[in-house]
């Protein structure tokens, strides 16, 4: 059950990530949910919420794709719980109290380890759902490699797995980078807002689009892989314009 949970976030984090791919993953679906009652500190789930929090808070601050990439795996690790609500509300817990200090962070993953000790391609997968949340932004700060590759290392990850994947991260957004010319212009379009709109309006119609046009909506609207990767792409699109305005904006 556990790498099935596991699992499940792999394909949100793929999704959030703004197409970035790595493996393809396929929807999964259970009959059976598991109820959990004590410490989510011992569980696999909460104790990636837990060193999400750390590489999310590493540069002193939450991005906005960092915080819906947060929200995003909240709902879907609890949704595969009978008790869902409750694993919901504590695993917000668990994230507002670990973004607070990275004192404990190495036995966080000491903890982890042992769950995971006869499993290293299942901490590859959470080492690269970390990287994941630290690149989303596009940013990959040097406090956010520092606590990465501490996790890394603490999760007795190879040097060159770890240098790979970094590299390979990298890569993606070097490119896409490249190959993206987005005008400002075209990001309002994108948006379905205007030069006029406030902050606030311009938010409001950003949140409207990404729910609209969400993958995992989509999919569970039982639409096709084709639909479903055409939603992807316009959310990556909808993302790249958000964040070019509100850099244009200063906000």
Do not use: W
Request: aromatic share 8%; charged share 35%.
């Amino acid at each position: 059950m556990k790498l099935i949970v596991l699992l499940v976030i792999g394909v949100i984090l793929y999704f959030i990530a703004r197409n970035y791919k790595t493996e393809k993953f396929e929807n999964i679906k259970l009959d059976i949910k598991e109820r959990f009652n004590g410490d989510l500190m011992n569980h696999e789930a909460g104790l990636l919420v837990a060193l999400m929090a750390k590489v999310a808070k590493a540069d002193g601050q939450v991005s906005e794709l960092e915080a819906q990439m947060l929200k995003h795996t909240f709902t879907d690790i609890s949704v595969h719980f009978e008790n869902s609500e409750e694993i919901r509300e504590r695993l917000k817990e668990i994230y507002q109290k670990e973004k607070e200090s990275f004192d404990n962070t190495i036995s966080i993953c000491e903890k982890l380890y042992k769950i995971t000790k006869n499993d290293y391609q299942k901490r590859l997968r959470i080492l690269e759902y970390l990287l994941n949340l630290a690149f989303i932004d596009k940013e990959f700060s040097q406090t956010e490699m520092m606590i990465t590759e501490d996790i890394s290392n603490a999760l007795k990850i190879s040097k060159a797995d770890f240098e790979t994947l970094v590299n390979r991260f990298e890569n993606f957004y070097r490119d896409q980078k490249a190959n993206e010319v987005l005008s400002i212009d075209k990001a309002y379009e994108l948006l379905e807002a205007s030069k006029e709109d406030d902050n606030n309006t311009l938010k409001k119609k950003y949140r409207t689009l990404v729910k609209k046009h969400h993958p995992d909506i989509v999919a569970g609207q039982g639409a096709s892989q084709n639909i479903i990767d055409e939603a992807t792409k316009k959310l990556q699109e909808i993302n790249e314009a958000y964040e070019l305005i509100k850099k244009e904006r200063n906000i």
